[in-house]
């Protein structure tokens, strides 16, 4: 298992998990990532302080899965939600 990966500016995911959360294959996440409709981006603050979380949205659902700095799901939101 991969987990996010703050430091050395690199950052590796667990993409079986991540994928798990989009309720989607491995296959169909990677499709998504390469064409762009899964986008990730880091945010810091909120509930969280002043710690980075990693956010993945879904265009085509909605969805956006958020990852702490270590690599454990924070929160899965559904569109509309």
């Not at 995911?13 to 981006?41: C, M, N, P, T, Y």
């Amino acid at each position: 298992m991969m987990r996010i990966m703050l430091s050395d500016d690199r950052t590796e995911v667990d993409l079986d998990k991540l994928a798990a959360a989009f309720s989607i294959s491995r296959r169909e996440l990677e499709d998504g990532i390469r064409l762009g409709s899964i986008s990730s981006w880091f945010e810091r603050g909120g509930s969280g302080g002043d710690r980075p979380r990693m956010v993945f949205h879904s265009a085509a659902t909605g969805a956006r899965v958020t990852f702490d700095q270590v690599g454990n799901i924070v929160a899965v939101t559904e569109a509309g939600t």
